[in-house]
Protein backbone atom coordinates (compact mmCIF):
# COMPACT_ATOMS: atom_id res chain seq x y z
CA UNK A 1 0.00 0.00 0.00
CA UNK A 2 0.98 3.32 -0.91
CA UNK A 3 0.31 7.16 -0.26
CA UNK A 4 -0.32 9.26 -2.61
CA UNK A 5 2.97 11.16 -3.99
CA UNK A 6 3.41 14.44 -5.56
CA UNK A 7 6.41 13.22 -8.63
CA UNK A 8 8.70 16.02 -10.14
CA UNK A 9 10.14 15.36 -13.54
CA UNK A 10 13.41 17.60 -14.85
CA UNK A 11 15.50 17.38 -17.92
CA UNK A 12 17.52 19.64 -20.20
CA UNK A 13 14.58 21.82 -21.45
CA UNK A 14 11.57 20.57 -19.71
CA UNK A 15 10.13 20.70 -16.13
CA UNK A 16 6.93 19.53 -14.32
CA UNK A 17 5.16 18.36 -11.04
CA UNK A 18 1.93 16.22 -11.23
CA UNK A 19 0.54 16.10 -7.66
CA UNK A 20 -1.45 13.38 -5.75
CA UNK A 21 -0.73 10.85 -7.75
CA UNK A 22 -2.28 7.05 -7.26
CA UNK A 23 0.16 3.97 -7.51
CA UNK A 24 -0.42 0.42 -6.26
CA UNK A 25 1.20 -2.35 -6.12
CA UNK A 26 1.59 -5.62 -8.77
CA UNK A 27 0.91 -8.96 -7.06
CA UNK A 28 1.77 -12.21 -8.90
CA UNK A 29 -1.25 -14.74 -8.64
CA UNK A 30 -0.34 -17.09 -6.43
CA UNK A 31 0.78 -20.21 -7.56
CA UNK A 32 3.91 -22.78 -7.44
CA UNK A 33 5.19 -21.10 -10.52
CA UNK A 34 6.73 -18.45 -9.84
CA UNK A 35 6.26 -18.79 -5.63
CA UNK A 36 7.88 -22.16 -5.41
CA UNK A 37 9.85 -22.26 -8.38
CA UNK A 38 13.65 -21.39 -7.68
CA UNK A 39 14.09 -20.19 -10.91
CA UNK A 40 11.70 -17.53 -11.00
CA UNK A 41 11.22 -16.74 -6.78
CA UNK A 42 12.20 -12.94 -7.85
CA UNK A 43 9.47 -11.99 -10.23
CA UNK A 44 6.50 -11.97 -7.14
CA UNK A 45 6.95 -9.24 -4.84
CA UNK A 46 8.94 -10.70 -1.56
CA UNK A 47 11.04 -9.94 1.64
CA UNK A 48 14.13 -11.43 2.70
CA UNK A 49 16.04 -11.21 5.68
CA UNK A 50 18.58 -13.03 7.07
CA UNK A 51 19.57 -11.81 10.89
CA UNK A 52 22.21 -12.66 14.02
CA UNK A 53 20.87 -12.73 17.45
CA UNK A 54 23.13 -10.58 19.45
CA UNK A 55 21.35 -11.43 22.96
CA UNK A 56 18.57 -13.57 23.88
CA UNK A 57 16.33 -10.25 22.79
CA UNK A 58 17.86 -8.89 20.14
CA UNK A 59 18.35 -9.58 16.73
CA UNK A 60 20.27 -7.37 13.75
CA UNK A 61 19.55 -8.40 10.21
CA UNK A 62 20.05 -7.80 6.44
CA UNK A 63 17.18 -7.70 4.14
CA UNK A 64 15.57 -7.04 0.81
CA UNK A 65 12.36 -5.35 0.39
CA UNK A 66 11.23 -6.32 -3.31
CA UNK A 67 8.14 -4.39 -3.55
CA UNK A 68 6.54 -2.90 -7.04
CA UNK A 69 5.44 0.43 -7.32
CA UNK A 70 2.48 1.38 -10.30
CA UNK A 71 1.21 4.20 -10.69
CA UNK A 72 -2.45 4.20 -12.34
CA UNK A 73 -3.04 4.53 -16.00
CA UNK A 74 -6.33 7.38 -16.77
CA UNK A 75 -6.11 8.66 -13.66
CA UNK A 76 -6.69 12.41 -13.03
CA UNK A 77 -4.56 14.56 -11.87
CA UNK A 78 -3.06 18.04 -11.23
CA UNK A 79 0.28 19.08 -13.72
CA UNK A 80 2.05 22.20 -12.82
CA UNK A 81 4.50 23.20 -15.72
CA UNK A 82 7.44 25.40 -14.67
CA UNK A 83 9.51 25.47 -17.70
CA UNK A 84 7.84 26.36 -20.83
CA UNK A 85 8.98 23.39 -22.64
CA UNK A 86 7.76 21.75 -25.99
CA UNK A 87 7.79 18.26 -24.79
CA UNK A 88 4.65 19.13 -22.18
CA UNK A 89 1.61 17.80 -23.72
CA UNK A 90 0.78 21.58 -22.94
CA UNK A 91 3.18 23.80 -24.09
CA UNK A 92 3.05 26.98 -21.66
CA UNK A 93 3.38 27.17 -18.29
CA UNK A 94 0.81 26.03 -16.03
CA UNK A 95 -0.49 25.79 -12.77
CA UNK A 96 -2.63 22.79 -10.81
CA UNK A 97 -3.85 21.77 -14.84
CA UNK A 98 -5.63 18.50 -14.79
CA UNK A 99 -4.42 15.95 -16.98
CA UNK A 100 -4.83 11.93 -17.55
CA UNK A 101 -1.77 9.93 -17.09
CA UNK A 102 -2.54 8.15 -20.53
CA UNK A 103 0.45 6.32 -22.55
CA UNK A 104 1.29 8.58 -24.95
CA UNK A 105 2.01 11.14 -22.01
CA UNK A 106 3.31 8.99 -19.03
CA UNK A 107 3.72 5.41 -17.69
CA UNK A 108 5.97 5.35 -14.45
CA UNK A 109 6.56 2.53 -12.42
CA UNK A 110 9.02 1.00 -10.42
CA UNK A 111 8.42 -2.67 -11.28
CA UNK A 112 11.78 -5.02 -10.76
CA UNK A 113 11.34 -3.34 -8.22
CA UNK A 114 11.25 -0.92 -5.47
CA UNK A 115 13.98 -2.12 -3.62
CA UNK A 116 14.59 -1.39 -0.40
CA UNK A 117 17.78 -2.99 0.91
CA UNK A 118 18.28 -2.14 4.62
CA UNK A 119 19.45 -2.66 7.85
CA UNK A 120 17.26 -3.46 11.05
CA UNK A 121 17.42 -3.88 15.03
CA UNK A 122 14.62 -6.21 16.55
CA UNK A 123 13.60 -7.04 19.85
CA UNK A 124 11.29 -10.36 20.35
CA UNK A 125 9.42 -10.84 23.85
CA UNK A 126 8.00 -14.40 24.77
CA UNK A 127 4.44 -14.37 25.18
CA UNK A 128 4.11 -18.77 25.46
CA UNK A 129 6.32 -20.90 25.54
CA UNK A 130 5.58 -24.68 25.38
CA UNK A 131 7.69 -27.88 24.36
CA UNK A 132 6.93 -27.80 20.85
CA UNK A 133 6.00 -24.07 19.84
CA UNK A 134 6.93 -20.99 21.26
CA UNK A 135 4.85 -17.41 20.32
CA UNK A 136 7.36 -14.37 20.31
CA UNK A 137 6.41 -10.18 19.85
CA UNK A 138 8.56 -9.01 17.80
CA UNK A 139 9.07 -4.99 16.90
CA UNK A 140 11.99 -3.26 15.35
CA UNK A 141 13.41 -0.28 13.02
CA UNK A 142 15.09 -0.60 9.71
CA UNK A 143 16.86 2.48 7.35
CA UNK A 144 18.16 2.06 3.78
CA UNK A 145 18.58 2.90 0.28
CA UNK A 146 16.43 2.18 -2.94
CA UNK A 147 17.87 0.38 -5.52
CA UNK A 148 15.02 0.43 -7.84
CA UNK A 149 14.74 -0.17 -11.65
CA UNK A 150 12.07 2.28 -12.45
CA UNK A 151 9.97 1.59 -16.00
CA UNK A 152 8.87 4.93 -17.62
CA UNK A 153 7.77 6.12 -20.97
CA UNK A 154 8.05 9.74 -20.65
CA UNK A 155 7.01 11.81 -24.00
CA UNK A 156 8.31 8.47 -26.50
CA UNK A 157 11.96 8.69 -24.95
CA UNK A 158 14.01 5.58 -25.06
CA UNK A 159 13.76 4.44 -21.39
CA UNK A 160 16.72 3.69 -18.81
CA UNK A 161 16.33 -0.05 -18.17
CA UNK A 162 19.09 -0.53 -15.51
CA UNK A 163 19.26 -0.81 -11.38
CA UNK A 164 20.12 2.92 -9.90
CA UNK A 165 20.70 4.19 -6.46
CA UNK A 166 17.86 6.09 -6.11
CA UNK A 167 17.31 7.42 -2.15
CA UNK A 168 16.53 6.37 1.01
CA UNK A 169 14.12 4.81 3.32
CA UNK A 170 13.12 4.35 7.20
CA UNK A 171 10.89 1.46 8.61
CA UNK A 172 8.92 0.40 11.76
CA UNK A 173 7.18 -3.16 12.03
CA UNK A 174 5.15 -5.68 14.32
CA UNK A 175 4.56 -8.71 14.30
CA UNK A 176 3.92 -12.22 16.00
CA UNK A 177 5.89 -15.23 15.32
CA UNK A 178 5.51 -18.88 15.81
CA UNK A 179 8.86 -21.04 16.14
CA UNK A 180 8.35 -24.45 15.92
CA UNK A 181 10.89 -26.78 17.73
CA UNK A 182 13.26 -23.92 17.66
CA UNK A 183 14.05 -24.44 14.56
CA UNK A 184 11.25 -23.24 12.10
CA UNK A 185 9.31 -20.30 12.27
CA UNK A 186 5.92 -18.48 11.10
CA UNK A 187 5.62 -14.64 11.06
CA UNK A 188 3.07 -12.48 10.34
CA UNK A 189 3.70 -8.19 10.70
CA UNK A 190 2.89 -5.28 9.84
CA UNK A 191 4.97 -2.87 7.94
CA UNK A 192 5.44 0.78 7.13
CA UNK A 193 7.83 3.23 6.40
CA UNK A 194 8.57 6.35 4.54
CA UNK A 195 10.48 6.73 0.89
CA UNK A 196 12.33 9.56 -0.38
CA UNK A 197 13.71 9.34 -3.57
CA UNK A 198 15.60 12.42 -4.99
CA UNK A 199 17.66 11.03 -7.95
CA UNK A 200 15.21 8.27 -10.00
CA UNK A 201 16.50 8.01 -13.79
CA UNK A 202 13.74 7.78 -16.21
CA UNK A 203 15.17 7.69 -19.76
CA UNK A 204 18.73 7.18 -21.25
CA UNK A 205 19.85 11.31 -20.75
CA UNK A 206 21.44 11.84 -17.77
CA UNK A 207 19.56 14.98 -17.86
CA UNK A 208 16.44 13.70 -17.19
CA UNK A 209 15.17 12.61 -13.83
CA UNK A 210 12.67 12.17 -11.56
CA UNK A 211 11.74 12.72 -7.76
CA UNK A 212 9.21 11.78 -5.00
CA UNK A 213 8.33 10.71 -1.50
CA UNK A 214 5.43 8.83 -0.06
CA UNK A 215 4.89 6.17 3.02
CA UNK A 216 4.20 2.52 2.62
CA UNK A 217 2.35 0.13 4.15
CA UNK A 218 2.94 -3.84 3.90
CA UNK A 219 1.02 -7.04 5.69
CA UNK A 220 3.74 -9.70 5.35
CA UNK A 221 3.54 -13.52 5.86
CA UNK A 222 7.11 -15.29 6.76
CA UNK A 223 8.37 -18.51 6.47
CA UNK A 224 11.88 -19.23 7.83
CA UNK A 225 14.72 -21.33 9.87
CA UNK A 226 16.91 -20.72 12.44
CA UNK A 227 20.55 -22.01 12.06
CA UNK A 228 21.83 -22.85 15.67
CA UNK A 229 25.89 -22.42 14.76
CA UNK A 230 27.35 -24.84 17.51
CA UNK A 231 25.79 -27.45 19.49
CA UNK A 232 25.53 -25.00 22.93
CA UNK A 233 24.38 -22.27 20.94
CA UNK A 234 20.55 -23.35 21.23
CA UNK A 235 18.63 -19.97 22.44
CA UNK A 236 16.49 -19.58 25.56
CA UNK A 237 13.27 -18.52 24.98
CA UNK A 238 12.96 -14.85 24.93
CA UNK A 239 11.11 -14.08 28.65
CA UNK A 240 9.90 -10.77 29.98
Known sequence: MYSKSDITFTGADYGFEIKNVIAKDRQSVFGADPYLNPAR???????????????NH??????????KYVVQD?????????????????EGVYNDYDISTTSDFLLFE????????????RRSDNIVALDWVAFNLTEGIGAGALYPKTNTTLFRKERYDEFHWSGYSFDVMVGINAKFFDVFFIQSELKGGYVNMPNIRTTNSTD????????????????GGIIHLSPNSKRKQPTN
Not at 208 to 223: E, P, T
Open 110 to 121: HTDGLNYINLGI
Open 208 to 223: DKASQSFFFGQINILF
Open 58 to 67: WDISFGIDHM
Open 41 to 55: ATIPQYNFRLGYFIS
Open 74 to 90: YQTVKISVFDDSPLTPY
